[in-house]
């Protein structure tokens, strides 16, 4: 089976750094990826990580260590629209579906 | 391009009753999924689909069932609902296993009394 923790709730903020955990167990393993979703709405992708090490895409940053079975979705310069719930996700091989943790409430405030 | 679009948007069903969810997508997507979410639990799969013509059972698949005639739609159907099975659920879509990035539709809100 899979299974993925992280912490339900955090609160930062405005114009802090936030870091989001996510640990996994999976019996195979092809990359962990983290999804966006505001109250009210769809979850949107962020990011992937196949591959050890940093990813960075404008404000956000997503890392992997395989070896610790660890993750975590980096948020810099925080704005209050980054409010919003943050999932870790991983496929046990390439054709199998998404598995997602339970998600993390993330709370910016001024 | 609309993406992927769920309907109904809500809907309220008595005990025993049945009902369609109806996905589309029109990114010529080959995977194609059904998530429900209940507040704390997070995203869980009911079924999935790898391509047309083929359903496979996910983490929570227990009374609904599924179907992909067509490669552009996934259809969820609950056949005798229960008030277990209030929820939002959400469709979506990927070109392909791998890395492909799923999109979501908007949801729908089921609530079953």
New interface residues.
Partial sequence: GQSLEQP?EVTAVEGAIVQINCTYQTSGF??L?W?QQHDG?????LS?N?LDGLEETGRFSSFLSRSDSYGYLLLQELQMKDSASY?CAV?R???????????TRLSVIA | NAGVTQTPKFRVLKTGQSMTLLCAQDMNHEYMYWYRQDPGMGLRLIHYSVGEGTTAKGEVPDGYNVSRLKKQNFLLGLESAAPSQTSVYFCASSEQGGNSPLHFGNGTRLTVT
């Fill in positions: 339900s092809y990359g990826s999804y709405g769809a979850p949107t992708f992937y196949a999932f496929r091989s390439g054709n199998t579906p998404l598995v997602f943790g339970k998600g």
